[in-house]
């Protein structure tokens, strides 16, 4: 267990300073009936209106996630706090059930998850993503699916389902084809090699499976891009995109301190050089440019990416097509 290691909270009236070496901290699972389940998202830069978090912080612990600070709002930390304070909406499956069936509701793409990773280990005993899912599968809900989580193919049976009708597809983000490197900046996450395993189960089910290296990490991974094409391939993913490593707010102080003490020799040329590529800084927030880069070498591992995915037929995601949604015939609606 890493100790405690949360940069403050902006948003707190106070931050604790440990005198001495800090304490270790376990897991602690917080259960809340959640108001609403289903986020709106503006961004042009996203492919998808509508996003579903079953839980709130992620025990994968990547070192570069960047919605760590959305932590802060429940009063907690950008740090270890996201990996170890872990918030479960008990009644998700409920709330979107009652969500689809609204009359205004016309069965636009959701996305499983916009924050966090619907396949964290919680869900193993939760199961609150397959719930969900199956609620989807009685409305023909179109769902994509974008984890880390190896766990993904224990539901492959409810993603093939969806996915014989155009309503299901899934991503597996694969950041490194290196498992010592993955275990040192995603230390919670299934090694690659289980990723790409989920990816073939997936695709011999019919399911229509992608493959995300995100984040493109300029001096870490980029030069692995073509193992992980290729892997992902073999498994018998049909498309891939990337997103350049963004690193908002706090993230920024999380990540160098994990790269630092994984890669000490290779730290400060990974941050220079992600820096080059966001005009100077290690976050560029603005729409059309916070998930790309700029500059030679931008182009250089854009290019690679591009390359690779051209040879080995990966295409890039497609925008989702009509919806098959319909509301499922209920007793006593014989004019619904």
Same mark, same amino acid.
């Given at each position: ?18 005198? *001495?070496? +800090?304490?270790?901290?376990?897991v602690h699972i917080f259960e809340e009936d959640a ?8 961004? =042009?830069?996203? =492919? ?12 994968? *612990? ?6 760590? +600070? ?14 170890? @304070? ?5 009644? #998700? ?66 993603? #093939? ?18 498992? &010592?490197?993955? @275990? ?23 399911? +229509? ?39 908002? #707010? ?10 630092? &003490? ?12 992600? @820096? ?5 800084? #290690? ?8 998930? @790309?880069?700029? *500059? ?24 989702? *097509? +009509?919806? =098959? ?12």
């Amino acid at each position: 267990m890493r100790p405690v290691a949360n940069p403050p909270n902006p948003w707190a009236t106070s931050h604790v300073e440990w005198l *001495g070496e +800090p304490p270790t901290d376990g897991v602690h699972i917080f259960e809340e009936d959640a108001k609403s389940i289903l986020s709106e998202n503006d961004s =042009p830069d996203l =492919p998808f209106r509508w996003s579903l978090n079953p839980y709130r912080g992620c025990f994968h *612990g990547c070192a570069y996630c960047y919605a760590r +600070p959305t932590h802060q709002y429940l009063g907690f930390g950008a740090g270890t706090d996201w990996e170890r @304070r872990l918030v479960v909406k008990r009644n #998700a499956p409920e709330l979107l059930r009652a969500h689809l069936s609204r009359s205004s509701w016309n069965g636009e793409l959701i996305m499983f998850s916009g924050v966090t990773d619907c396949y964290q280990p919680l869900e193993a005993s939760y199961q609150l993503t397959r719930r969900c899912l199956e609620v989807c599968r009685e409305f023909r809900q179109p769902v994509g699916v974008i984890t880390k989580g190896a766990l993904v193919e224990r539901d492959v049976d409810v993603l #093939a389902d969806l996915a014989r009708h155009g309503a299901a597809t899934v991503f597996l983000s694969v950041p490194f084809a290196d498992g &010592a490197d993955s @275990r040192a900046i995603e230390p919670f996450v299934a090694l690659p090699e289980r990723r790409f395993a989920a990816i073939q189960v997936l695709a011999s089910a019919g399911v +229509p499976v992608g493959v995300s290296l995100s984040p493109l990490i300029p001096g870490l991974n980029d030069h692995q891009v073509p193992e992980i094409l290729e892997r992902a391939r073999a498994a018998g993913a049909t498309s891939a995109f990337h997103v350049l490593l963004r690193l908002p #707010a706090e993230v920024e102080d999380v990540f160098a301190a994990r790269l630092r &003490a994984a890669f000490p020799l290779r730290a400060e040329k990974v941050l220079s050089i992600l @820096r080059s590529m966001h005009d100077g800084k #290690a976050n560029d927030p603005r729409f059309h440019e916070r998930m @790309r880069g700029q *500059g030679a070498r931008y182009e250089v591992v854009a290019n690679l990416f591009r390359t690779v995915a051209k040879r080995l037929g990966l295409t890039p995601p497609e925008r989702p *097509g +009509p919806s =098959p949604f319909r509301r499922p015939f209920q007793q006593g609606s014989l004019f619904g």
